[in-house]
């Protein structure tokens, strides 16, 4: 097959939730050169400054890609370009995510490699790029989502950290699922990391189009299972900007609500936070309790992870399936969340992970994984053979390249 791939962020290195899936994605679709990857993707310039780094990234993609292509973001030249785009979505029927996207320059590149290829089949790593759809014309697209982007909105709408930031995620909301709505009665596939996204789309939205569940996957040669147990401290990852919505708000309901009944009971355990760009208030956080440590980002986390007691995951807003739990499985460290956290991951409460939704229960895990490591044993080994059944990514690649092959073969006969 030749695929052309259009994705909304540089995937490599493959070191944040979205980058590992869609990175692992176009490992799998590659498969050693079975088949060919076209590969067309915007640059994050907070995650990628420099020229220097982005030729590094590009070079790390080439053994997957036939061709990678690389844009800057439109809405991302100037401030003054950023705010004209954003105030446009105020009275624009699609979604800002949308229109953020559409680039002209993209446009044109998409067009010559159509003309210089056979394309087989077309992957948008989100649903939003189906405003691409006319340039690609009759051939097989699959609209790939993460979680139910309109969902998230609403969710967001409600935990935001200030009105205007909640009024716009209320807009957000309503146009991203009209939009939701039309692209996946329309798309010829949709990809979905869980079966709770698939029924979602098909029940409330109404989606009619073919569908598959493409779970978020591991390499467990990466992430082999540690044998480190009875460590004197507890792991938060996730970026703590206030832009990062759901993990910024995971980690203060932690701090507020579950922190003080952990401390009470075990004074002596440690909580580590890893993640990008922490906001100054959870900076603040190591200098107004003794046992916190704010370690901002790490570039690669098997060490912290591969020695915690526990990963938590103390969500409240979400959709999707979490990376980091199915690595921290991988290592054989126990994962603490929520039901949201955990969700579209196939997990059994008290066998291979915990789960609590309220301050008292999470607090309780907390503590008694803590003060047992025989438990800790059990629980990682759980979810060790848990990940290596389900979860490797060689599994969910055969998968993957088997739906999509059905796709362009029922093309072929038509």
Same mark, same amino acid.
């Given at each position: 097959m030749n695929i052309l791939f259009l994705a909304d962020i540089v995937p490599f290195p493959p070191n944040t939730g979205i980058k590992i899936r869609t990175f692992n994605v176009i490992e799998q679709l590659h498969n050693r050169g079975e088949n060919r990857v076209y590969l067309f993707c915007f640059n994050h310039k907070i995650l990628i400054p420099t020229a220097d780094e982005l030729?590094? #990234?590009?070079?790390g993609l080439k053994p997957f890609c036939e061709e990678v292509n690389i844009f800057e973001i439109p809405s991302d030249a100037n401030r003054m370009t950023y705010y004209a785009r954003l105030a446009a979505s105020l009275v624009q029927s699609a979604p800002y995510r949308v229109s953020r996207y559409w680039s002209t320059e993209c446009v044109a590149a998409i067009r010559e490699c159509l003309a210089r290829n056979r394309i087989d089949l077309v992957h948008f790593d989100k649903t939003e790029f189906y405003a691409y759809k006319e340039i690609v014309g009759d051939i097989p697209i699959v609209c790939t989502n993460h979680n139910v982007e309109s969902l998230l909105m609403k969710q967001r709408a409600k935990y935001e950290i200030n009105l205007a930031r909640r009024? $716009? @995620?209320?807009?957000q909301y309503r146009r991203t699922e009209r939009y939701e709505r039309l692209a996946l009665k329309s798309t010829t596939a949709f990809v979905t990391c869980t079966d709770v996204d698939r029924r979602? $789309?098909?029940?409330?939205?109404? @989606?009619?189009?073919?569908?598959e569940v493409i779970d978020n996957g591991v390499d467990t040669r990466k992430y082999p299972r540690s044998n480190a147990y009875g460590s004197d401290y507890v792991l938060i990852i996730g970026a703590q900007s206030k832009e990062a919505t759901a993990n910024f708000d995971?980690?203060?309901y932690f701090i507020r609500e579950i922190w003080p009944l952990i401390v009470a009971a075990k004074p002596e355990i440690k909580l580590k936070i890893v993640g990008r760009d922490p906001d100054q208030s959870i900076i603040e956080l190591q200098e107004q309790h003794r046992n916190i440590e704010v370690l901002g980002f790490v570039s690669d986390e098997r060490e912290l992870l591969g020695a915690a007691a526990a990963l938590l995951v103390p969500l409240r807003v979400g959709g999707g399936s979490r990376l980091k739990i199915l690595t921290a499985m991988s290592m054989g460290r126990v994962v603490i969340s929520t039901s949201i956290g955990a969700e579209g991951?196939? #997990?059994t409460n008290g066998l291979d992970s915990l789960c609590a939704?309220?301050?008292?229960?999470?607090?309780q895990h907390v503590v008694h994984v803590f003060s047992d490591p025989e438990r800790q044993r059990s629980i990682g080994s759980a979810a060790r053979r848990l990940v290596e059944n389900r979860y490797d990514w060689a599994i969910i690649g055969r998968r993957m390249r088997a739906f999509y092959q059905e796709l362009v073969n029922e093309r072929s006969t038509t």
């Open positions: 030729k590094r #990234c590009e070079d009024l $716009f @995620a209320f807009l979602y $789309f098909a029940e409330k939205l109404g @989606a009619t189009s073919r569908s995971a980690t203060w991951i196939d #997990c939704n309220d301050p008292q229960s999470f607090a």
